[in-house]
């Protein structure tokens, strides 16, 4: 009954979906660094630059507390991730999209955070579909996120650095190891929460 009644709060307290990506611009969104942005057939796709450099895209806006879902593929080898947290460079948080199979294992969904570094991991491979579409949940409360990879919970941490609304937004990592990588998103939408 009580877990009920703060579902019901939160529900209460969410504001309306906003669309991140329209699918066709990457309109409201900026680009840091050197990674290559482009849409194609309706899919938002990241790509490294020359000699492998990084990048990132953010939104323009920035957001507190708020639920994100997104749909997200990758071309593998490949490291990225969904920021948020991001007040200017060197901040920042993400639910990470990697596959990093050696000791310890760390999976798509793990909460990294620039400083910290790993403040929850998902040591589950099965919740991760390398060869298809995936779906990002995650909700930011406060300093506790949580974090869902395709129905499942896989990562709860609190986050403690970067307090206050920042933008969200898609990394590019660099290296040699992930030439040819893609990130791609085919939706994402947010909601603010009080």
Known sequence: MVVLLFVLAASACAQSWIPLFDGRSIDGWESYGKARWSVEDGVLIGRQGEDGSAGDLFTKERFNNFEVEAEWSMKWPGNSGF????????????????????????YSGSIYCIGPKFVAENHNPKTVNKDGWNKLRMIVQGSTVRVWMNGTLVAEG????????????????????????EIRLRSARIRKLA
């Open 83 to 106: 920021w948020f947290k991001f007040q200017k460079p060197g901040t920042g948080c993400q639910a990470d999209f990697l596959d990093q199979a050696d000791q310890p294992s760390i």
């Open 158 to 181: 609190i986050v403690t650095v970067f307090p206050g609304p920042g933008k969200v937004g898609l990394q590019v990592h660099p290296g040699k190891e992930f030439e040819g990588m």
